[in-house]
């Protein structure tokens, strides 16, 4: 069975705009928020760096106690607790693979949580994010390319499930 990943509008301008802050001069990364259901992940939600803190051009570095916190944060804000089920970081070159601190980063996630996702944002030279790939990772470190859908909101800001669109290319890519 195809790992599925919903992921909300909210979120995307979110990393969108994490990496616009910095004009896509560095890396930047946070953790996804949201639902998962065997092989079915729903993200409502992600922490974003403060630009400030941002750590080298090459290489992006997550501060677990404070992500920790901001996602606690985030979580006290919905009715139904997302927990944490991933993370996320930009490329800055555009490069869609992960490089071996990532292979272990997520490996050591993975571990934690179970199977979780890890997503690449890769931005245009100008900061807009042009494809955002997402992997399931189990624990032993094995990725898997991830079916992604983005989930529109009606106007009551509710969600709508006739209104989830599949969009990406062949290579299942949001």
Same mark, same amino acid.
């Given at each position: 069975?195809? %790992?599925q990943? %919903?992921?909300?509008?909210?979120t995307?301008r979110? &990393?969108?705009?994490? &990496? ?11 953790? =996804?928020?949201?639902?998962?259901h065997?092989s079915k992940y729903?993200?409502?939600?992600a922490t974003?760096p ?9 290489? =992006? ?5 404070e ?6 944060a985030?979580?006290g804000?919905y %009715?139904?607790?997302?927990? !944490? &089920?991933?993370?996320w970081?930009?490329? !800055?070159?555009?490069?869609?693979v992960f490089s ?5 980063s997520n ?11 890890? +997503? /690449?944002a890769?931005p245009e ?6 494809? /955002?790939? &997402?992997?399931? !990772? ?5 990725a898997k ?6 989930e ?5 800001g509710?969600?709508s499930?006739? +209104? %989830? ?6 290579e299942?890519?949001?």
């Amino acid at each position: 069975m195809s %790992t599925q990943v %919903t992921i909300s509008k909210k979120t995307i301008r979110k &990393i969108a705009a994490a &990496i616009a802050a910095v004009n896509n001069s560095r890396e930047v990364g946070g953790l =996804f928020m949201g639902y998962r259901h065997s092989s079915k992940y729903r993200i409502v939600d992600a922490t974003v760096p403060d630009c400030e803190k941002c750590s080298g051009v090459a290489s =992006f570095v997550l501060d677990g106690a404070e992500e920790t916190a901001k996602a606690e944060a985030l979580a006290g804000r919905y %009715t139904n607790t997302p927990e !944490i &089920i991933g993370v996320w970081h930009s490329h !800055i070159w555009g490069d869609a693979v992960f490089s071996l601190q990532d292979e272990e980063s997520n490996r050591r996630l993975a571990q934690i949580l179970g199977n979780c996702l890890s +997503a /690449l944002a890769l931005p245009e030279k100008q900061s807009n994010l042009r494809k /955002l790939m &997402i992997w399931e !990772i189990d624990p032993a470190g094995e990725a898997k390319i991830c079916r992604a859908a983005c989930e529109t909101e009606n106007i009551s800001g509710q969600r709508s499930d006739a +209104a %989830t669109a599949y969009i990406g290319n062949s290579e299942n890519v949001l």
